[in-house]
């Protein structure tokens, strides 16, 4: 928008590229993660059963 200020409009830049580069890790983690998280899962829920 041609009325807002330099300033302004530098820092939503920056706001939003940290924003993105923070859900692009978050997905990354989370996709890295979850094979490790079911495996962990699996095995206290097989260990938590009294058979």
């Known amino acids: 928008m041609p009325q807002m200020a330099p300033l ?3 820092s939503m830049l920056i706001i939003f590229t940290i924003l993105f ?10 996709k890295n993660k979850t094979p490790l998280l079911s495996k962990i899962t699996k095995l206290s829920i097989s260990k938590s059963w009294k058979w």
């Open 8 to 10: 302004n409009w530098t």
């Open 21 to 30: 580069l923070i859900m692009n890790s978050m997905n990354f983690f989370s």
